[in-house]
């Protein structure tokens, strides 16, 4: 299989080439993803995006209670990985202000910060900033993709050509995530006319 993108720079159009086998794609001997994104650029991982494994086992409250003794460290100082792992189980249960808050209180930046951050836009009924990571993960990996799709402003989702992508994507959220982004989803894949999926 082979794939290729073309993005304005200037006035030169970079092409960006990607291409695999169905080999290749089905197991984890490649290594991590080589997609590239919308500008020719290496995609973030995928793990930065599968808020489906960022909960685990137990009701909620017990969980974020655990997340919440993590927040500092040694000499009560803020500990910014058990602030990530709070942010980040905020969004596994469709709690994206609480993510964003967390992400803000306690500066987490680089690309995980801003990746939490504009998923908790995205649940809170929001969009991305165009200048943010988002932006560019349309044609990366389909969980990437479908944040992209959930966040893109609605001139701007024919660019999504694998509607079956984000599909599959979508049936692997936690189930109140699911529940939550479900109708937009719906809405923004019979609006470009993707009926079948």
């Not at 836009?121 to 929001?126: D, M, R, S, V």
């Not at 189930?175 to 470009?192: E, H, K």
Request: glycine share 12%; net charge negative.
């Amino acid at each position: 299989i082979a794939a290729a993108a073309v993005a304005p720079l200037g006035t030169v159009a970079v092409p960006a080439y990607h291409a695999e086998t169905a080999m290749d794609r089905d197991s984890d001997v490649g290594g991590p993803d080589r997609r590239t994104n919308g500008l020719g650029g290496a995609c973030p991982p995928s793990e930065v995006f599968d808020v489906a494994s960022w909960g685990g086992a137990g009701p909620p409250e017990r969980q974020l209670a655990a997340a919440r003794e993590g927040l500092v460290g040694e000499f009560d100082r803020p500990d910014p990985a058990g602030a990530e792992r709070l942010a980040r189980l905020y969004l596994h249960f469709a709690m994206g202000a609480e993510a964003a808050q967390i992400a803000r209180t306690f500066g987490l930046d680089g690309q995980k910060g801003e990746i939490i951050q504009e998923i908790a836009a995205i649940i809170e009924g929001g969009h991305f900033s165009h200048s943010g990571i988002l932006a560019e993960t349309a044609t990366c990996d389909r969980n990437a993709a479908l944040w992209a799709f959930l966040g893109a402003d609605e001139d701007d989702l024919s660019r999504f050509a694998d509607t079956a992508g984000l599909t599959l994507a979508h049936s692997a959220l936690p189930p109140g995530l699911r529940q939550l982004v479900g109708p937009v989803l719906a809405d923004r894949l019979i609006a470009i006319g993707a009926l079948d999926q």
